[in-house]
């Protein structure tokens, strides 16, 4: 999405340092960086059709053959994605190799751009008490 003409991603983590979004642990998750990567190829997914490019959509893993794996989520998926290597009936698809060296567009040039009015992080009562006791705590 795009607010004030800078595209970005939300990405929320939890604020707990013992969860395991925050480490490799062999048993649990060998992928924690998983989220950020999707968030990133989101924005490449997106740049390559605002310059004209056809690219499967980075949700349709299901369609070629993908699977979300227990300790490694979607890595494959990824890898193939980012170097044009899902295959097909009709060849090799994926992110074109120029979308590394192209700069995004701009919101002058942007076709399919999404308007808000207004940013606003999501209401949760719990999380904001929670994180208020964290912080008091902290200080004493």
Known sequence: MDYYGIGFSNIRLPNSSRSYVYRYN??????????????????????????????????????????????????QWYKDYMNKNVRTSSGNIGLPEEIYSLKPAKESNFENSYEIDVFNEPD???????????????RF
């Open 26 to 75: 062999t048993k649990i998750n060998q992928f924690p960086e998983e989220v950020f990567l999707h968030e990133f190829l989101h924005s490449l997914e997106r740049n390559s059709e605002e310059y004209g490019y056809t690219v499967p959509a980075l949700h349709d893993y299901e369609q070629y053959g993908y699977e979300n794996e227990a300790l490694v989520g979607q890595r």
């Open 124 to 138: 949760n009562l719990i999380e904001e008490i929670k994180e208020i006791i964290n912080q008091l705590i902290k």
